[in-house]
């Protein structure tokens, strides 16, 4: 009765016509009346409600699909209006999988969600999204109710979710985007990999005596490591000390004779030589993936360029950065970006009192930790904007405080770089003192060949000094152009 007046009221003040109402079934907030009333109303023209002259709602979909999915098994839910629910079981196989398109297609249904669960979900996707509408769930956003859980009462829960439309779409990367995160994070993997033998090394030195991390800056320089394996070899102490090719190392003999002193154990000469055998074959891996990281990002040539432009940033964070970010035209505002790394502040209020709390590192893990590593890098540097904005900060916060500060403003300054297809550039950024000027940091790619740049920077990283390698490299990078960073550049659609 409620509803009908209001939608005489409606209909006199707007001083039109209402067409005829239809009863729906519609389970919605039971409370809200007057929303239900204007979902009733098949009204296309001038908006009736006040409150839908800023959101429309959204279409509601007839008949949808929830599906719980395992590793080997996919427990499906079709439901709808006036229709009854219907389940099926599905294997992952790529025959089942094609069955479960073929089930969804014969039923009619809309619509397909799920949870992304684990990488499993990701040949369902690959094979439904050709032929339905398909959306990947956060499953933090549709949690379930604790101990009323089974896999018929998950997919029906999320099957209902998106027929209500109360699931938001997660982000979906291409296949080349894809391609070019797992090179990036494998090579991640490898060079953690690599580390821990480097640490496991510093222990079986450490527990036998060898102080030699004391005489050294770095024990795996390419002096370093002739001494680590002269020791795994047994050879002796001055044999080891002739052999230094660092004419500099050969100053500190009497330092480094005396770090020697010990013996190695014979458990821990097999242990370090087996150590020393896996890095190299880690470090091969590494340069391999390095190689394919090259090829895959020459689409994104430009955007590469834009980001290394930036101080802090060189071609193994651009990679990473770009790489984690994908299409970055799917973010509307640099917030947006921020909160999806998971750099943007944490939120909690209770009874009107506000609590500080940290960042809610809900994104991807990869990009904060290179974003960070920047950030410790500019704020060392002189002299430079981003620099003098973590000094000011630093002196009201605490030094991870201000270093995350910097991570945030580093990300929101490279969207607003991508969107815009422009360099770095210092802005009035003149040391200004009594007497004396000096200017500011220029952008790295001014006077300087982004293939030149890219490849001095991968041979000092990756360790690639061979000549023919590195013009293997070069011709790689050939096609990759530059512009001055006064230039605005037109985007081809870059990340």
Known sequence: MLSLIWAVKADKFMGRLIPRLKPANIPRIRDCVIERVWEIIPYKGMIICPYQAETYMKKRRERVCGADVHKDLIVATITGDEVPSIRENFGTTKSELDRFRNWLADNKCEQVAFEATGVYWIPIYDVLSRTIDTIVANPLQIKSIPNDKSDSKDSKRIATLCLNNQIKRSRVFSDEDRELRNLTRARSGYVKTRTQFKNRIHKYLSSNGIKLSSSMDDIFCKSGTHIIRGLAEDKPVEEILKGIPSGKIRKKQDEIRSALANELSETNRMLISDSLEIMDNVESKIEKTSLNILKKIQNKSKDL??????????????????????????????????????????????????????????????????????????????????????????????????????????????YHL????????????????????????????????????????????????????????LRALEDISVNKPDQKRSSDGGG
Not at 344 to 350: A, D, F, I, L, R
Not at 433 to 448: A, F, Q, T, V, Y
């Open 305 to 414: 360029a834009i980001v290394m432009s930036i101080p802090g940033i060189a071609f193994i964070s651009g990679s990473v950065i770009l790489s984690e970010i994908g299409n970055y035209r799917d973010f509307q505002t640099p917030e947006q970006l921020a909160k999806w790394c998971g750099l943007n502040p944490g939120e909690n209020e209770s009874a009107g009192k506000k609590r500080k709390c940290g960042i809610t590192k809900r994104g991807s893990k990869y990009i904060r930790v290179v974003l960070v590593e920047a950030a410790q890098t500019i704020a060392n540097m002189k002299n430079t904007g981003l620099s003098r904005f973590y000094k000011r900060l630093s002196k009201k916060k605490e030094h991870n405080v201000a270093i995350v500060a910097v991570a945030r403003k580093l990300i929101c300054l490279i």
């Open 418 to 473: 991508l969107i815009n297809q422009e360099f770095y550039q210092e802005v009035d950024c003149r040391k200004r003192k009594k007497g004396r000027n000096e200017s500011c940091h220029e952008p790295s790619l001014k006077d300087e060949h982004l293939t030149d740049k890219v490849a001095a920077i991968v041979d000092a990283f990756y360790g690639m000094s061979d000549s023919s390698r590195k013009k293997a490299l």
